[in-house]
């Protein structure tokens, strides 16, 4: 296990150019994180995962019923747990102010309340893992928009995001022959919210996938 960690961390090392990010040790086995100070009106385990996918896979979701403002995540491994913490940790997310920590459980176990991701096709990390990692970033003002129709128009897209916040500026663009764009929020919790209600939300007959970018601006 611990030399698969240390390939693992090889891994996201390269990607980030050589460094681990601070706190990122590549020797953690502690898989499952517990989230606070959530929006209990308005989270649910899908929402979360949209969120978390961005830094792992993950395997279960359950959103605690005495304590509906905390969830437990469990990621495919521990390096992709710490990079979440370093990433989300004071993230602002639907009016509230993330709070992200290992759990003292190792895993979440199964049950009818603790929704099961393992087999999810929605899971970024599937394939293509560097590329993946590399795009691992706390929330920006810009999202990321892919796997989008090529009919698609601007202006549908904006239709799609406008209610979460307020649009400055977008971009239509095609790349490797596929649609993509890219859309700029007022704030990165604007922005957040967008990826946490849209991403894998059905536009025009594709399901869309919502990513945060590392662009400055547009």
Do not use: W
Not at 25 to 40: A, E, Y
Not at 160 to 176: D, P, Q, W
Request: aromatic content about 6%; hydrophobic content about 40%.
């Amino acid at each position: 296990m611990f030399l698969y960690l240390m390939g693992q961390a090889a891994v996201i090392a390269a990607a980030f150019g050589g460094t681990l990010p601070p706190g990122v040790t590549g020797t953690n086995d502690r898989c499952t994180l517990i989230v606070s100070n959530l929006n209990s009106d308005k989270i649910d385990a899908d929402k979360l995962f949209n969120l978390f996918s961005i830094y792992g896979n993950i395997v279960r979701i359950k959103v605690l019923r005495n304590k509906p403002d905390h969830a437990l995540v469990q990621m495919a491994d521990g390096l992709q747990a710490e990079l979440a913490i370093h990433y989300l940790k004071g993230a602002m997310l639907l009016g509230q102010k993330l709070e992200v920590n290992f759990s003292k459980y190792p895993s979440i176990t199964p049950a009818p309340d603790a929704h099961d991701y393992s087999t999810s096709n929605l899971n970024r990390f599937n394939s293509n893992v560097a590329k993946n990692y590399r795009h691992c970033c706390a929330p920006t003002k810009i999202i990321h928009i892919s796997a989008l129709s090529p009919e698609i128009s601007e202006d549908a897209i904006l239709e799609h995001l406008g209610e979460h916040g307020t649009i400055v500026k977008s971009k239509l663009f095609e790349a490797s022959g596929k649609t993509q764009a890219l859309v700029q929020f007022e704030s990165e919790e604007e922005a957040t919210e967008a990826l946490v209600c849209k991403h894998a939300s059905k536009l025009e007959g594709s399901t869309i996938r919502i990513s945060f970018s590392q662009m400055q601006n547009i």
